[in-house]
């Protein structure tokens, strides 16, 4: 009898686990992340946001099954500045890189000691990650070498001036130089974003049966403009007459307007390898995958992003606060929770990343953000909450700052020379271009778009970084 009644015990322990597990596996697990950044990439240069000279199947893909965003925002419209904004949740008026400084031999300026990331909450919730690609925000071995901000694994750049190169001497793997001895002296065979594709892949493998998060940095369509020869000739002569660049800063490149192509290829070919593994190992289902750009697209090294409309017809580019240097394409899909094909104008900013991985992972932040969770959209629930306002500073071109506000968009250039110059407005519900300066007419808007933006930054812990103050 006493046999029967632990059997029965057992057996119905059994049943229970089994069904915890099945209610784990059905509405508790912690989905995988992976978050897909591209590097100068315009709003335009993707057929799913209106690309007419080339496609890009596997992000259209993306596209299709998931959300596109159209009024999107990266954290700045240079590279460093932007990935800050986008792993503290702090805009830039809060986060301490705010501009591409570098620091010799190799690498840029650090974050602060004990700055938080996103890396660092998602360890809080059992995550193991991983950064592959671009790092540029803070040298080997500084405060915030990616090992020393959250990250368990990381290969590619540290430097971003070195990632300019797509045949470097070397990359980096965890803390140890890699050398690609194919690129040794004058030769060029080892591209480098292969590399770093393959260790993205095999950290994914290596993770498949625990949540995992990818931040995989891609480095193209980056200047230097370059490509394999196996990707060249799939568009040599298509795209004529070419776009020439003689050389200097980066290498030079005959064939411009083939090289970009060709590198954005590249990138979606990637895109969709990733994809493929995530169906293969049997995750796709438990994965959110994210895909954006840092900054709005470039016009160096011989791309000519006028003949491509790579701003998708915004004003402005790279290094621009008008919207051609900001809004970025942002695409997310999650199987089952994020509703296929749809799109989305919710007005959101990299800063808001942080907040929404909080949110899915049910991991409460402890520090401050300036950002919101963009869950409820992504999910199709109500509550979303809104931003009052954006805002943005660069420090180079004789400093720039910027504010969206609803459909008011306010732009301030030369602050460097002059911190009270004249303040540019413009309203995007009519003017998406900013092509009409409407200053003129509304006087009272002006003003408060003026006093939201003395009130939007704090002086940032490294001088380089900070304007001459404004008149109160």
């Known amino acids: 009898m006493k046999k029967l009644v632990i ?12 069904v915890c597990a099945e209610r784990t596996d059905e509405s508790t697990v912690l989905p995988n992340i992976i978050y897909i950044l591209a590097d100068d990439l315009g709003y335009g240069d993707l057929s ?14 993306l596209a299709e099954k998931g959300m596109t965003f159209t009024q999107h925002y990266s954290g700045s419209t240079v590279c460093a500045p932007s990935r800050c904004s986008l792993l503290t949740g702090l805009h830039q008026g ?11 031999p190799e690498g840029q300026m650090p974050m602060l000691k004990g700055t938080y990331t ?24 500084s405060t915030s070498d990616p090992l020393n901000v959250g990250f368990d694994r990381f290969y590619g750049y540290n430097c971003q001036y070195m990632a300019h190169s797509y045949y470097p001497a070397w990359l980096w793997s965890d803390t140890e130089r890699d050398f690609l001895w194919g690129n040794v002296g004058s030769f060029h065979k080892d591209y480098a974003p292969d590399f770093i594709h393959k260790e993205t892949l095999d950290f994914i493998r290596e993770n498949k049966d625990r949540p995992f998060f990818v931040y995989y940095a891609l480095v193209q369509p980056h200047a230097d403009m370059i490509a394999p020869e196996e990707y060249m000739n799939k568009y040599r002569g298509k795209y004529l007459p070419e776009s020439s660049y003689d050389g200097g800063y980066y290498c030079a490149q005959p064939e411009g307007h083939a090289a970009f192509v060709a590198m954005v290829d590249i990138m979606d070919t990637y895109v969709g390898e990733v994809m493929v593994e995530l169906e293969t190992l049997g995750i796709a289902q438990h994965t959110l995958v994210i895909f954006a750009s840092d900054n709005g697209a470039h016009s160096t090294g011989g791309h000519d992003a006028a003949y491509f409309n790579s701003t998708g017809g915004f004003r402005g580019k790279k290094r621009d606060l008008y919207e051609g240097g900001v809004r970025v394409p942002m695409i997310a899909t999650w199987p089952g929770k994020i509703k296929a094909g749809s799109e989305s104008d919710h007005i959101s900013a990299f800063w808001d990343f942080l907040p929404t991985v909080a949110e899915i992972v049910k991991v409460p932040l402890t520090v401050k953000t300036d950002g919101i969770s963009i869950l409820p959209t992504l999910l199709d629930q109500p509550g979303q909450q809104r931003h009052d306002n954006l805002y943005w500073e660069f420090h180079a071109r004789g400093g720039r700052v910027a504010l969206r506000k609803g459909k008011w968009k306010a732009v301030r250039y030369n602050v460097t020379q002059d911190p009270d110059s004249t303040l540019e407005l413009y309203d995007l519900s009519t003017d998406p271009t900013e092509s009409r300066n409407l200053a003129g007419l509304y006087p009272e808007v002006v003003a408060e778009m003026d006093a939201i933006i003395r009130k939007s930054r704090t002086p940032s812990p490294h001088p380089e970084f900070n304007f001459p103050s404004l008149k109160k």
Not at 94 to 104: I, K, M, Q, S, T
Request: net charge positive.
């Open 7 to 18: 059997l029965i015990f057992l057996s119905v322990g059994f049943f229970a686990s089994n």
């Open 48 to 61: 799913c946001y209106g690309q007419k000279k080339f496609q890009t199947p596997n992000i259209d893909a």
């Open 94 to 104: 809060y986060a301490a890189v705010r501009g591409n400084l570098e620091r010799p």
């Open 118 to 141: 996103m890396a660092e909450h998602l360890k809080k919730a059992g995550y193991r990650t991983g950064i592959f690609g671009k790092w540029g925000l803070g040298y080997p071995g």
